[in-house]
T-cell receptor, first 112, second 112 residues
């Protein structure tokens, strides 16, 4: 079946540190891949997406590359800020069904 | 442009009581989704509507959950009777066809 696995959290970093949150997936077919972010008390917001292999999604300094050979979509940011503290969800989806399958989420805490 | 609107934001009820959640999607979005997010987990799809038709309700526990989307705009999700295990955040999302999904802030339900 289709599934998404994310690295366990929480991830605690100091401000300006480099961030990597690992995400791997299992899927039949050719899904699109997404990163959503959930700030405290808010709904999920789309952070970035990639629709095919080797595509790179980027937004607000975050980026992730769709790696079909390793079935991965790791999230990276070169210099995190305190305001990046949130829960990050990796997800896969198929355009024909519209269904999103989420990972369990990774909490990021950035300390000043 | 207004985002997805949900109400109420919080609800506390006794077990065996009924509860209803309301969602108003982004204007023009014909696809509407209800998700349930348990604590520390990613959202899981309950039901998806294309206009007023429920096209995927395979994950909806139909013995106690029901949903409707009259006129293909607003939607209501109901639980009757509620059980302790229904405590979760209920998220509504919408999209134009099966493009990017935009999420509302969610309704946090606590069943006592």
């Amino acid at each position: 079946g289709n599934s998404v696995t994310q690295m366990e959290g929480p991830v605690t970093l100091s401000e300006e540190a480099f961030l990597t949150i690992n995400c791997t997936y299992t899927a039949t077919g050719y899904p699109s891949l997404f990163w959503y972010v959930q700030y405290p008390g808010e709904g999920l917001q789309l952070l970035l997406k990639a629709t095919k292999a080797d595509d790179k999604g980027s937004n607000k300094g975050f980026e992730a590359t769709y790696r079909k050979e390793t079935t991965s979509f790791h999230l990276e940011k070169g210099s995190v800020q305190v305001s990046d503290s949130a829960v990050y969800f990796c997800a896969l989806g198929f355009s024909n069904t519209g269904k999103l399958i989420f990972g369990q989420g990774t909490t990021l805490q950035v300390k000043p | 442009e207004a985002g997805v609107v949900q109400s109420p934001r919080y609800k506390i009820i006794e077990k065996k009581q009924p509860v209803a959640f309301w969602c108003n999607p982004i204007s023009g979005h014909n696809t509407l989704y209800w998700y349930r997010q348990n604590l520390g987990q990613g959202p899981e799809l309950l039901i998806r509507y294309e206009n007023e038709e429920a096209v995927d309700d395979s994950q909806l526990p139909k013995d106690r959950f029901s949903a409707e989307r009259l006129k293909g705009v607003d939607s209501t999700l109901k639980i009757q009777p509620a059980e302790l295990g229904d405590s979760a955040v209920y998220l509504c999302a919408s999209s134009a066809r099966q493009e990017t999904q935009y999420f509302g802030p969610g309704t946090r339900l606590l069943v006592l």
